[in-house]
């Protein structure tokens, strides 16, 4: 295990990124839908929630038939956000908290609407055509190649009045951008360079390893072990339409861009296995992304046995220098608490938080959003649409947050885009805050702890055995070393401590997690038991 240099360890290695879903962060004009005035006026919330960074889903131009992951202008802000003076106040604000703000880059494809989608596609002589994917049809008039979208049907629209048929990995509405055309990168990197020199702290790249295709563009080989229920995407393998090698050199120059800029970070949305996924840390003499996005926790049985393999897994596949980064909740994903239940989305929180690695908390996981059910006649995912029957919904993730007990929970003061949680009356940011044993509370003096411990924020960290249900590991630094063991499950387990050692103080409990209510079980001893849904940060003593 490498030692991390504590003087020299960049914020974004200590720090814990928070992911605002912008449409359904804060509503300031009443038009049901969150913008950038809205989230600067909830950045006193973050701050004192103990985050560091926070990184927002698109919030350029678009026709929003992907929310905003379909753009129409890199270079601007949507009317329906703000406008770019908005978005330097909202920067110099997020500054002035000692935050810093990433924004979403999303490189593989444009909208439709796009100036430079709507020329290339206007002849086949203009000179932006080839910043697209065009093709003949195939022989039989149909589609170039077999490539399934990702939101279901071919890869391949046909346009008439041009006679090619052009690709897209997400909707027909989203072209994907040729990365073999040169100028499109000139183009790209400009856009880097317009944010950077506003001063933004990085980007989060979208389906980063979906940005450069075979150039024969190949059939994908059929997926043999394909069943009805999962997506028409997973029919194939996407063999020869993702993660080809001149990606990995596209990834190199925005780290080279990134870097020439100073401290600013990138992290690659990247859905690949571990040995896959570290390629995109690059190499020590040519970096790639600082963090290619961890999904584990996302895509994991809630198991401890199942977690403590991949926690193992992930950490041996990491090159040297590679810092790991762990999420478990986001604007596509399942929330975390639909997924594990109340209690559980304590030690959800806990395992976050005390990983090794840069946590990434999405807006709402902190007060423990859970299911919310769509009526039928408000779902707007194109995905869950396109879809339908497959639980591939994404609204469920994206419903408003829930300020207070006021009208539409304090969100807006008209009817939001997506209905609340339920029981936004009381699960709500001011219930939560006022509440010492709420998830919210758990959250906040976990952070604290994060913050004021080193051994959380960049200690080593050893797996070590535990009891069934239980994952237990020990991060350690500078002499101090804090023991965390968390119940996955619902019965009471013995709590296993390494030999040698004796607990010095419970730092944490997602049971009592007030200070008050702590102090009475400050100390325990090694017959002890955790119980159900019990998660602890222990700092350890040896035994002399
Ligand atoms: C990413 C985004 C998702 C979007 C897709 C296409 O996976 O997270 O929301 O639909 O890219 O841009």
């Known amino acids: ?242 993660d080809q090698p001149e990606a990995h050199a596209i990834s190199a120059d925005f780290r080279a861009l990134a870097d020439s800029y100073g401290d600013r970070v990138l992290i690659g949305e990247i859905c690949l296995p571990n040995d896959r996924l570290a390629r995109w840390y690059g190499t020590a003499n040519r970096p790639q992304v600082h963090m290619p996005f961890n999904f584990q926790l996302i895509e994991s049985v809630w198991d401890a046995a199942v977690i403590r393999q991949s926690i193992a897994d992930y950490e041996a596949s990491l090159p040297e220098f590679g810092w790991p980064n762990w999420v478990i909740g986001s604007h596509d994903a399942a929330r975390i608490a639909a997924r594990v239940g109340d209690a559980q989305a304590r030690v959800a929180a806990m395992l976050l938080l005390t990983l090794r690695g840069t946590p990434t908390l999405y807006q709402g996981d902190e007060i423990g959003i859970g299911k919310v059910t769509i009526p039928p006649d408000r779902v707007r995912d194109p995905q869950g649409l396109r879809q339908p029957g497959l639980g591939l919904g994404r609204d469920r993730s994206r419903t408003p947050m829930p300020w207070d007990g006021s009208t539409h929970a304090g969100f807006s003061t008209l009817d939001p885009w997506l209905p609340l949680n339920e029981d936004w009356p009381t699960r709500n940011v001011a219930a939560q805050d006022r509440d010492a044993d709420s998830l919210l ?62 607990v010095a103080e419970v730092l944490a409990s997602t049971l009592l997690p007030s200070t008050a209510s702590r102090s009475h079980r400050a100390f325990r001893s090694v017959d002890n038991v955790l119980a159900p849904d019990e998660g602890l940060v222990l700092r350890l003593k040896e035994k002399h």
């Open 1 to 242: 295990m490498v030692r991390v240099d504590h003087r020299q360890v960049p914020w974004w290695k200590k720090g814990v990124i928070y992911q605002i879903y912008p449409r359904s962060f804060q509503d300031s004009d009443a038009d049901g839908v969150g913008d950038l005035v809205g989230i600067k006026s909830r950045l006193d919330y973050l701050a004192s929630l103990g985050i560091d960074a926070v990184w927002l889903s698109p919030i350029y131009p678009s026709p929003m038939a992907d929310f905003g992951y379909d753009i129409a202008d890199y270079c601007g802000i949507d009317p329906m956000f703000g406008d770019l003076t908005g978005f330097d106040r909202l920067l110099s604000a997020v500054h002035a908290r000692g935050l810093r703000l990433l924004l979403d880059f999303v490189p593989n494809h444009t909208s439709d609407q796009h100036p430079w989608f709507i020329q290339s596609r206007s002849s086949r002589e203009n000179p932006k055509r080839d910043w697209y994917i065009w093709r003949d049809p195939a022989p039989d008039g149909g589609p170039p190649n077999n490539w399934i979208s990702d939101f279901g049907g071919s890869s391949w629209e046909w346009d008439a009045s041009t006679g090619q048929y052009y690709l897209h990995a997400f909707l027909t509405s989203q072209p994907d951008i040729n990365w073999r055309e040169p100028q499109v990168r000139e183009a790209m990197m400009a856009v880097l360079r317009f944010w950077l020199d506003r001063g933004v702290d990085g980007f989060r790249i979208d389906v980063l390893w979906h940005i450069i295709k075979a150039a024969t563009l190949p059939d994908n080989p059929i997926n043999a072990d394909w069943t009805p229920d999962r997506t028409q995407r997973d029919r194939l393998i996407q063999l020869h339409s993702t």
């Open 441 to 502: 509370s758990l959250y906040r003096s976990l952070l604290a702890l994060r913050r004021s411990h080193d051994a959380l924020a960049i200690g080593e960290i050893t797996l070590v055995d535990a009891a069934e249900d239980v994952l237990a590991y020990q991060r350690r630094h500078a002499g101090e070393s804090l023991l965390i063991v968390l119940n996955l499950g619902g019965k009471t387990r013995p709590l296993m401590l390494p030999t040698k050692t004796c």
